[in-house]
C-alpha cells in the first residue's frame, strides 16, 4: 500500500513544519511525516524549510546566522494566524514526540545551499539516541550528504530528491547505495514506477496535492506519496483502493 507522507506536517491546513503539524498529521492517522532540517548559528538541528525564516515567520535573517534561542522567539504560524504562537521546533523535540507515535519520519536535510558543518553527524545523532533508525528515511537534493549518511549509518535508509527526469536514475542510485527515489511528480509514470521497482528502489514522487494526482499515483503503486493534505489522501486512497 502507498504511504502518505503529511508533507512538513499537514502544511495545508496548519503552519509548515511546527508541531501543531505534525500532530495534525498523527491525528488523521497519516503513516509518515516529512521535515525539514538546518542548524541554527550554535549547533542546534532545527526544523525550518527556508534557508531564511523570511517566509514563514514574523522575523528576517538566515537561520544560519541566528542562535536557537533567538530562533525560538520567531512565530512561525505562517498564514494560519489563528493557531496563535508556533515556535520553530528542534529535531530534538519532534523525535522526542514521535518517539511515542508509529509514524515514519523522513527527514529532509536542507544543506544545497548552505554547506552546514556536521549536520549528518548531529542528524544520525539524535535519530540514534531515540532508537528511531528504523522509522527514519534520509533525503536530500544534495547527494553528496546522503552519501555521507550512508557511510555513517548504513542501517538507516536515505533516498534522492530530484527535479528533472534522470536517465536511467535507478543506477545512479546504487553507485551512492539509497534505496529510494523522491521525484518531482512531472517525471513520474507507470513504466517508470515499474522500472524502478525492477531495480529493487522505492519511489515516493513530491508534492501531490491534487485529488485526481493522487488517484493516479496510488493506481501506479508508488510507495509512497508527499501531501500537504494527508486527511485528503487518505480518503482518496481508501476510495482508489476500492475501485482497483
Same mark, same amino acid.
Given at each position: 500500500?502507498?504511504?502518505?507522507?503529511?508533507?512538513?506536517?499537514?502544511? $495545508?491546513?496548519?503552519p509548515?513544519?511546527?508541531?501543531?503539524?505534525?500532530?495534525?498529521a498523527a491525528? /488523521?492517522e497519516?503513516? &509518515?511525516?516529512?521535515l525539514?532540517?538546518q542548524?541554527?548559528?550554535? $549547533?542546534?538541528?532545527?526544523?525550518?524549510?527556508?534557508?531564511?525564516?523570511n +517566509?514563514?515567520?514574523? &522575523?528576517t &535573517? %538566515?537561520? &544560519?546566522q541566528?542562535?536557537?534561542?533567538?530562533l525560538?522567539k520567531?512565530n512561525a504560524n505562517?498564514?494560519f494566524?489563528?493557531? $496563535?504562537?508556533?515556535p520553530i521546533p528542534s529535531l !530534538?523535540?519532534v523525535?522526542?514526540w514521535?518517539?511515542?507515535?508509529? =509514524?515514519?519520519?523522513?527527514?529532509e536535510?536542507?544543506?544545497n545551499?548552505?554547506?552546514y558543518?556536521?549536520?549528518?553527524e548531529?542528524?544520525i545523532? #539524535? /535519530?540514534?539516541r531515540?532508537d528511531?533508525?528504523s522509522?527514519?528515511?534520509f533525503?536530500?537534493?544534495n547527494h553528496?550528504?546522503?552519501?555521507?549518511?550512508? !557511510?555513517?549509518?548504513?542501517?538507516i535508509?536515505?533516498?534522492? #530528491?530530484?527535479m528533472?527526469?534522470?536517465?536511467?536514475? %535507478?543506477?545512479y542510485?546504487? *553507485?551512492? !547505495?539509497?534505496?529510494?527515489l523522491?521525484?518531482y511528480?512531472p *517525471?513520474?509514470?507507470r513504466?517508470? /514506477?515499474?522500472?524502478?521497482?525492477?531495480?529493487?528502489?522505492?519511489?515516493?514522487p513530491?508534492?501531490i496535492?491534487?485529488?485526481? =494526482?493522487?488517484k493516479t499515483?496510488? !493506481?501506479?503503486? /508508488?510507495? $509512497?506519496?508527499?501531501?500537504d493534505f494527508?486527511?485528503?489522501?487518505?480518503?482518496? +486512497?481508501?476510495k482508489?483502493l476500492?475501485s482497483?
Amino acid at each position: 500500500m502507498t504511504h502518505i507522507f503529511a508533507h512538513r506536517g499537514s502544511a $495545508g491546513t496548519h503552519p509548515e513544519n511546527t508541531m501543531i503539524s505534525f500532530m495534525e498529521a498523527a491525528r /488523521v492517522e497519516a503513516d &509518515g511525516i516529512e521535515l525539514d532540517v538546518q542548524l541554527s548559528r550554535d $549547533g542546534v538541528v532545527v526544523v525550518i524549510h527556508d534557508e531564511t525564516v523570511n +517566509r514563514t515567520t514574523d &522575523g528576517t &535573517g %538566515w537561520v &544560519g546566522q541566528m542562535t536557537y534561542r533567538q530562533l525560538r522567539k520567531l512565530n512561525a504560524n505562517y498564514k494560519f494566524k489563528k493557531y $496563535g504562537f508556533c515556535p520553530i521546533p528542534s529535531l !530534538q523535540e519532534v523525535l522526542e514526540w514521535a518517539k511515542n507515535t508509529s =509514524l515514519l519520519i523522513n527527514i529532509e536535510l536542507k544543506n544545497n545551499l548552505i554547506p552546514y558543518e556536521r549536520l549528518e553527524e548531529k542528524v544520525i545523532e #539524535l /535519530v540514534e539516541r531515540y532508537d528511531l533508525a528504523s522509522r527514519v528515511i534520509f533525503s536530500s537534493f544534495n547527494h553528496e550528504s546522503m552519501a555521507t549518511c550512508h !557511510q555513517l549509518a548504513p542501517h538507516i535508509e536515505t533516498a534522492l #530528491l530530484y527535479m528533472e527526469k534522470l536517465h536511467r536514475p %535507478w543506477s545512479y542510485a546504487h *553507485t551512492l !547505495q539509497a534505496l529510494a527515489l523522491h521525484p518531482y511528480h512531472p *517525471t513520474v509514470n507507470r513504466s517508470f /514506477v515499474e522500472a524502478a521497482h525492477a531495480h529493487h528502489l522505492l519511489v515516493r514522487p513530491f508534492t501531490i496535492n491534487k485529488e485526481e =494526482l493522487m488517484k493516479t499515483m496510488f !493506481q501506479y503503486e /508508488v510507495d $509512497g506519496i508527499f501531501t500537504d493534505f494527508p486527511e485528503k489522501a487518505q480518503n482518496v +486512497r481508501e476510495k482508489t483502493l476500492r475501485s482497483l
